[in-house]
Antibody
Framework: QVQLVQSGAEVRKPGASVKLSCETSGYTFTNYAIHWVRQAPGQRLQWMGWINTGNGDTKYSQNFQDRVTITRDTSARTAYMELGSLRSEDTAIYHC???????????WGQGTLVTVSS | DIVMAQSPDSLAVSLGERATINCKSSQSLLNRSNKKNCLAWYQQKPGQPPRLLIY???TRESGVPDRFSGSGSGTDFTLTISSLQAEDVAVYYCHQYYDTARTFGQGTKVEIK
């Protein structure tokens, strides 16, 4: 069955960066894009960007344009999201999600809590 | 970015009764090439990731009970739970994938009255 398993919780100081992973199984990795969506406490879901897992092309939200990098390792069937220049407002649960088609997110990872605190 | 506004923010419905959630987008979500509306609905329970319920505004995802239905077109959309069950207590989000800058509604919390 399709599974997206994310890396464990992280704690960072302001100004640092964090790199999260999303390991997939149960389907052909390169046939489906992967998106990253975050959920800060009490906030709505916020789309961060996506990667075409076939050719590596990426598209980022302008809200994170200068701070986020999404990559993938096809041999490991894993997508990564790195967020830099962290601030306290980046404290959130970060989800990866598979793109069924056109941006419809049909399978989600369990989420990774990132806490930014001095 | 396209702004998605849901109403109400929360609602309490008796078991077996109908629950209706509205979602309004700041611009049309109708894709001219395939004549489909680029609108999805997700259900999120505490401690869990969102679960896809509906896409293309009215297509039910496989495995989703048929008491869940989606309707609407253009800028106005509705998610209806025809007969609320205890396991439907959750937060529901609408999501537009029309624009490359994807956005979500603020969420509607559904509880049992």
């Amino acid at each position: 069955q399709v599974q997206l398993v994310q890396s464990g919780a992280e704690v960072r100081k302001p100004g640092a960066s964090v790199k999260l992973s999303c390991e997939t199984s149960g389907y052909t990795f390169t046939n489906y894009a992967i998106h990253w969506v975050r959920q800060a406490p009490g906030q709505r879901l916020q789309w961060m960007g996506w990667i075409n897992t076939g050719n590596g092309d990426t598209k980022y939200s302008q809200n994170f344009q200068d701070r986020v990098t999404i990559t993938r390792d096809t041999s490991a069937r894993t997508a990564y999201m790195e967020l830099g220049s962290l601030r306290s407002e980046d404290t959130a649960i970060y989800h990866c999600a598979r793109d069924l088609v056109a941006g419809i997110l049909d399978y989600w990872g369990q989420g990774t809590l990132v806490t930014v605190s001095s | 970015d396209i702004v998605m506004a849901q109403s109400p923010d929360s609602l309490a419905v008796s078991l077996g009764e109908r629950a209706t959630i509205n979602c309004k987008s700041s611009q049309s979500l109708l894709n001219r090439s395939n004549k489909k509306n680029c609108l999805a609905w997700y259900q999120q329970k505490p401690g869990q990731p969102p679960r896809l319920l509906i896409y293309w505004a009215s297509t039910r995802e496989s495995g989703v009970p048929d008491r869940f239905s989606g309707s609407g077109s253009g800028t106005d959309f509705t998610l209806t739970i025809s007969s609320l069950q205890a396991e439907d207590v959750a937060v529901y989000y609408c999501h537009q994938y029309y624009d490359t800058a994807r956005t979500f509604g603020q969420g509607t919390k559904v509880e049992i009255k």
